[in-house]
Nanobody, 132 residues
Framework: QAQLVESGGGLVQAGDSLRLACVDS????????MAWFRQAPGKEREFVAA??????????KYADSVKGRFTVSRDNAKSTMYLDMKRLKPEETAVYYC???????????????????????WGQGTQVTVAP
């Protein structure tokens, strides 16, 4: 099973960049479809980005609010997923979580990758605070 640990969070200024990492120590990282979600204070957890495993094409998917500013990537040799965030906004202050599971086929990934219910394995989260 996946064992996920996020890192890289911190306090930044609006407009700054930050890179988050999610390491899987469970030993089967390359088999998993991975995603980033975030939860701001008082709000529901929301989808940020996802990356599919190679078996279903290593595709990526983004929430509309982060397209063009955030980039999700994975290094299977390091069992690590990254989230490169640029031009951060104060409203993006949140706890950022990584998640993993096997969604099955490309059609299922396309439809269900942004749905947090698709993922069984979660990290503990890393805090990102964007000051105005």
């Amino acid at each position: 099973q996946a064992q996920l640990v996020e890192s890289g969070g911190g306090l930044v200024q609006a407009g700054d960049s930050l890179r988050l990492a999610c390491v899987d120590s469970g030993g089967s990282f390359n088999r998993y479809d991975m995603a980033w979600f975030r939860q701001a204070p008082g709000k529901e957890r929301e989808f940020v980005a996802a990356t599919a495993n190679a078996r279903i094409g290593s595709g990526t998917k983004y929430a509309d609010s982060v397209k063009g500013r955030f980039t999700v990537s994975r290094d299977n040799a390091k069992s690590t997923m990254y989230l490169d965030m640029k031009r951060l906004k104060p409203e993006e202050t949140a706890v950022y979580y990584c998640a993993a599971d096997r969604l099955g086929n490309p059609q299922r990934w396309e439809q269900y990758a942004p749905d947090q219910r698709s993922y069984h394995y979660w990290g503990q989260g890393t805090q990102v605070t964007v000051a105005p």
